[in-house]
């Protein structure tokens, strides 16, 4: 477990690496720029439309992104809630998760790359996008792929100036 864990991190880092050092790579990939859309906390309480947040439940069957067992594992209570999108003709399937400011402050950069991959990689499974968040609105990381490509290409950016829990 703990070599596949090491081993898949590698990976991610290896391809991020190259990502990074060659970001024509991007646009050859097709991987599209994360949504500019700012965070509406409003629908937390009052979702309207199609929008389904963690405390959604659709009683015809499951409901997409199923984040709930992610939420539930989640290291330290991290993720609070989510607000998910479905595409349209000008936005692509998102979800925004909103994270405890504080706990996200105690993690170092390893872990906060680990929880945006995991739950990323949750929310690609449904063919959404992800945005994390915290209360204030600030973006802390994103996780956008191709899902043209089989499989979809990723990518994952981190706000560097949350990096050390700070905002200065």
Do not use: H
């Amino acid at each position: 477990m703990l070599n596949y864990k090491l081993s898949s991190l590698l990976t991610i880092t290896c391809s991020s690496i190259f990502l990074l050092f060659n970001p024509s790579a991007i646009a050859q990939t097709g991987i599209p720029q994360p949504s500019q859309v700012p965070l509406n906390l409003q629908l937390l309480n009052n979702p309207e439309g199609n929008v389904i947040t963690a405390n959604t439940i659709k009683l015809t069957g499951l409901t997409t992104p199923s984040l709930w067992l992610a939420q539930e594992i989640s290291q330290n209570k991290l993720l609070d809630n989510w607000i998910a999108y479905p595409g349209n003709q000008t936005e692509l399937n998102r979800v925004d998760l909103v994270v405890n400011q504080q706990i996200w402050s105690l993690l170092d950069y390893v872990e906060r790359y680990e929880f945006v991959n995991r739950l990323g990689s949750a929310a690609r499974k449904d063919n959404y996008n992800m945005r994390v968040f915290n209360y204030q609105g600030d973006l802390l990381a994103t996780y956008t792929c191709n899902f043209q490509n089989s499989p979809p290409t990723c990518n994952i950016q981190m706000n560097i100036q949350y990096k050390l829990g700070s905002t200065r």
